[in-house]
């Protein structure tokens, strides 16, 4: 890639200089008290916004939080952040209540050498996501107007043809920073020469949200494990009963047709625990996948299946894991998750995790992050990335 990094930024000098730093806050907030549940993602841009302090930048933060609809919703601030971010960094993080507003430009001109200020929630301005793009680029103006250089450290909205990710680096120098340059190049390895035998596990709900990625590495991995929601439909494909498990009917054809063409590689569970109920304290057991009831509902691969994807996992050198194999976030239906975090990090291979809900299950898990190969923050874009598809905000760094 032809991209300028946050190093050859810090080389020309960032003292007293304004940089606007596009960073994914996107952190899970609880719904009742709204604390951070996980805050993996602000962890994940202290590097770029420390050197930048410590090179005395006035370092001026911007973020999504969310789905707000283009205006302001108290349950979508990125107060919260603020105070957290301010925290890990030992300093006060100065908050500005609106983005583009009066507090956002009083917040940016006040600020000292060495100082962040976090502008709230891009999203509450229907120009960050606009499909037009006179009011997307009016916007990126008044976000620009922030900065002398910019920065994207927002690996997980790369994919994204946003006003503050795709409009902004136009009008500003511009610089990838340390986070999105890491992801960048661990991604690469998984698309360029992987080390093999190079496995790849895919969980989560939707054969439809995984389809395309399932057809770009097809033809490149050795094997292709496939738990969570999506594998029931693959089940039916085999012509099992699947009682009341999530089916996507319009694609079990499909799944078929992958099946006939994956040669052996697609790996699939041989049990699975099923429940009465989508419910915490359901009742459930572990049957064989020719064997699941009617009237039940699988949540999670068997230990039987745990054990035969570790077994595959065992002999990989490379690893790509994107998707839980069950609901983890409900004990009963977490061992499957957990069993192959865990023979993730048994295996001598460089893994990766694919972001979303995979970081999630291995924050949530207790698991010890430093033992995996790299914790993506990006599980849309690792996917699209890996799919070959280009990146509107990677594209953006690279003009």
């Not at 080390?195 to 389809?211: A, F, I, M, N």
């Not at 570790?310 to 409900?330: C, Y």
């Not at 239906?333 to 975090?341: D, E, L, V, W």
């Not at 048994?346 to 995996?372: P, Q």
Request: net charge negative; hydrophobic share 45%; glycine share 12%.
């Amino acid at each position: 890639m032809s991209i300028r990094t946050l190093d050859d930024l810090l080389a020309e000098g960032v003292s007293g200089r304004r940089v606007l730093v596009r960073a994914d806050l996107n952190v899970p907030l609880d719904k009742q008290t709204g604390d951070i549940t996980d805050d993996g993602r602000i962890r994940a841009v202290l590097p770029t916004l420390g050197a930048l302090v410590e090179a005395g930048a006035k370092v001026v933060v911007c973020s999504h939080l969310g789905r707000p609809k283009g205006a302001p919703d108290p349950q979508f601030s990125l107060s919260p952040v603020a105070g957290r971010l301010g925290e890990l960094l030992g300093a006060p993080v100065r908050f500005a209540t609106d983005t583009v507003g009066d507090s956002a430009r009083s917040t940016v001109a006040d600020l000292a050498d060495g100082q962040v200020a976090l502008l709230e929630n891009l999203r509450f301005n229907a120009g960050e996501t606009s499909k037009d793009e006179a009011e997307r680029g009016a916007f990126a103006d008044q976000l620009a107007a922030f900065g002398d250089a910019y920065v994207d450290d927002a690996f997980g909205a790369v994919h994204r043809k946003h006003a503050s990710v795709y409009d902004v680096p136009a009008r500003l120098p511009h610089v990838a920073g340390r986070l999105v340059l890491r992801e960048v190049e661990v991604l690469s390895k998984l698309t360029s020469e992987p080390e093999r035998p190079y496995v790849v596990v895919l969980g989560g709900s939707k054969v439809s949200d995984k389809l395309a990625v399932i057809e770009a590495l097809l033809p490149t991995v050795d094997r292709l494990l496939i738990g969570g929601g999506m594998c029931f439909t693959f089940l039916k494909a085999q012509g099992l009963e699947v009682g009341t498990s999530l089916l996507e009917k319009d694609m079990v054809e499909t799944c078929r047709n992958l099946l006939e063409r994956a040669d052996g590689k697609i790996m699939l569970p041989v049990d699975v625990v099923v429940a009465d109920a989508f419910a915490p304290d359901a009742a459930h057991d572990t049957v064989r996948v020719d064997g699941i009831p009617s009237h039940r509902l699988g949540l999670d691969v068997g230990p039987e299946t745990v054990a035969g994807f570790s077994a595959a996992l065992s002999q990989a050198r490379t690893i790509f894991w994107n998707g839980p194999m069950g609901v983890f976030e409900m004990p009963a239906f977490a061992a499957g998750t957990r069993g192959i975090a865990e023979a993730i990090t048994k295996a001598d291979a460089f893994s990766v995790v694919g972001g979303g809900d995979s970081a999630a299950a291995v924050r949530a898990l207790g698991l010890d992050e430093s033992s995996f190969g790299h914790i993506s923050t990006g599980g849309g874009a690792s996917l699209e990335y890996l799919e070959g598809k280009t990146l509107p905000g990677i594209a953006a760094l690279e003009n």
